[in-house]
C-alpha cells in the first residue's frame, strides 16, 4: 500500500467535527447524571491517552520506523517520515542459537555511501553483561560483526572476519603481578574498502542481558577511484558472530562458524538522497580544487573534489582544521546547521589527481533535505538546486 493511499485511510477514520463534539456531548451527559468530577476527569485521561495512542500508532504504519532509529538520528515525530525514506526494510528478524543467545536485526537504512543496522544481542537468561564504556577505544565489550558486500551485478565491494585470537600475558611485571600483553589480539580477514563499526546505544540493558547497538557500514578509508553508487541494489550479509570482554580477553561465540546466521538483504536501487553536480573551482587555503558533486540524504552530507597531479599534498591539512573547514548546512528559514567532528570517519583519498576525494559527513541534528537550500565549507557556499 502506497503511503498516499495509507494518508486517505487514516482520513477517512478521523472523527468529524460533529463527532467529536457527540462524543464530548455524551461524556458531559453521564457527568450531569451523577458522576463524580475525579470519574470524568479520568475518563477524559484516558480518552486522551487512547487519542494519542492512535496517533502514535498510526505515525508508526505511515514511516515504519523504529523509534530508536530516529532517536539515533535525531528525528522528531515530524521528521520520521523524511528519515524513513532511507529504510531499506521494517520487519524485525531474530535468530536464537543452541547456545542461548539471540541477535535480532530490526531494520536497515542507507543510502548511496552507508548502510545502517539497528542490532539486539541478548544473553542466555541469567547471564549479565558489562557496561560498555562510551568511546570505541575503551570499551569493556566489543561486539564482533562479520559482512560481506556484493554490488548488484555480484562484484565484491567489501568483507570482513573478525578473527580473534585467543591471547596469553607474555609475562607478569615485577612487584604487583600486573600481566602483560604485547601480542597483537585481533586479526582481520578483510576485502575491499570501507569502514564498519558498532555504536552503543542508550536503551541498553546490560543488567538484563540485552545490548542495542547501530552497526555502520561507511564507503571510503582507502586509496581508490571513488565508484560512488555501488551500494545502490547492493547485496548485503551481515553475520554477528560473537563478542569478546576486554578485562578478560574473553571472546564468545555464539556458534560454531557453519552454524552462523546471516541476515542477507538487497538494498534498495533508488537513492534515498540527491546528488547535485557542481563543477566548479574550490579554495582550499591558497590551493585549488575542482569541486565535483554534494550529496544529501536524510543520513548524510557528502562532497567530492578532485585535484591536479601537481598539487603538493600539504593542500590538504586545512581538511583536519575545524575553523578552516568552516562547514555549515544551509537551511530556507536563514538557519545553519552543523556537522560532527568526525573527518576521517568517511573519506577517501585518491593516490594521483585522476581520482575522486570524497568526503562525508553527519549532521549534528536531523534536517529535512528538502529545507536544505546551500552548503557552506571553506568560506564558499555552493546552492544545491
Known amino acids: 500500500m502506497e503511503q498516499r ?10 472523527p468529524t467535527q460533529e463527532q467529536e ?5 455524551r461524556l458531559l451527559q453521564t457527568e450531569r447524571k451523577g458522576n463524580s468530577m475525579k470519574k470524568l476527569k479520568k475518563l477524559t485521561v484516558l480518552g486522551i491517552a487512547a487519542a494519542l495512542m492512535v496517533i502514535s500508532c498510526a505515525a508508526a504504519v505511515v514511516t515504519g520506523l523504529d523509534q530508536r532509529l530516529a532517536d539515533y538520528f535525531g528525528a522528531s515525530p515530524e521528521q520520521a517520515e523524511q528519515l524513513s525514506t ?6 524485525p528478524v531474530s ?4 547456545s542461548g543467545w539471540t541477535v535480532q536485526i530490526s531494520q536497515v537504512l542507507s543510502d548511496r555511501y552507508i548502510v545502517a543496522a539497528l542490532i539486539d544481542f541478548t544473553a542466555p537468561e541469567g547471564m549479565v553483561l558489562p557496561i560498555p564504556e562510551d568511546t570505541e577505544l575503551s570499551r569493556e565489550l566489543t561486539l564482533m560483526v562479520d559482512y560481506r ?3 548488484k551485478d555480484g562484484n ?21 603481578g600486573l600481566k602483560v600483553y604485547t601480542v597483537e589480539s585481533w586479526s582481520y580477514e578483510k576485502e575491499g574498502d570501507g569502514l564498519a563499526n558498532c555504536l552503543y546505544l542508550e536503551d541498553s540493558e546490560p543488567e ?24 545502490l541494489g547492493a547485496r548485503v550479509s551481515i553475520i554477528p558472530k560473537g563478542m569478546t570482554f576486554r578485562s578478560t580477553h574473553e571472546t564468545v561465540y555464539f556458534a560454531e562458524e557453519a552454524e552462523l546466521w546471516s541476515y542477507d538483504i538487497t538494498l534498495s536501487e533508488s537513492d534515498s538522497g540527491s546528488l547535485y553536480s557542481i563543477e566548479t573551482p574550490l579554495k582550499i587555503a591558497e590551493h585549488e580544487v575542482e569541486l565535483k558533486t554534494i550529496y544529501l540524504s536524510p543520513l548524510e552530507l557528502a562532497y567530492e573534489f578532485q585535484r591536479s597531479p601537481e598539487l603538493p599534498s600539504s593542500y590538504a591539512i586545512p581538511l583536519y582544521d575545524k575553523e578552516a573547514r568552516a562547514y555549515a548546512i544551509n537551511l530556507a528559514d536563514g538557519s545553519s546547521v552543523a556537522v560532527k567532528d568526525n573527518f576521517g570517519l568517511s573519506a577517501t ?3 594521483s589527481g585522476e581520482g575522486i576525494n570524497h568526503v562525508g559527513l553527519y549532521p549534528v541534528e536531523f534536517i529535512d533535505p528538502e529545507k536544505v537550500v546551500s552548503f557552506s565549507l571553506f568560506g564558499q557556499t555552493f546552492a544545491l538546486k
Request: zero cysteines; a negative charge.
Open 21 to 25: 463534539q457527540a462524543v464530548l456531548d
Open 349 to 351: 583519498a585518491s593516490e
Open 208 to 231: 538484563q542481558g540485552r545490548i542495542s547497538v547501530m552497526w555502520k557500514y561507511v564507503r571510503g578509508t582507502k586509496f581508490q577511484n571513488y565508484a560512488n553508487d555501488e551500494l
Open 86 to 91: 532511507a529504510a531499506a526494510t521494517q520487519d
Open 156 to 176: 565484491l565491494i567489501a568483507s570482513l572476519k573478525d578473527a580473534p585470537r585467543s591471547v596469553k600475558p607474555d609475562r607478569v611485571s615485577e612487584g604487583g
Open 95 to 98: 535468530h536464537t542459537y543452541n
Open 5 to 14: 493511499d495509507l494518508n486517505r485511510m487514516f482520513d477517512a477514520l478521523a
Open 149 to 151: 558486500i556484493e554490488d
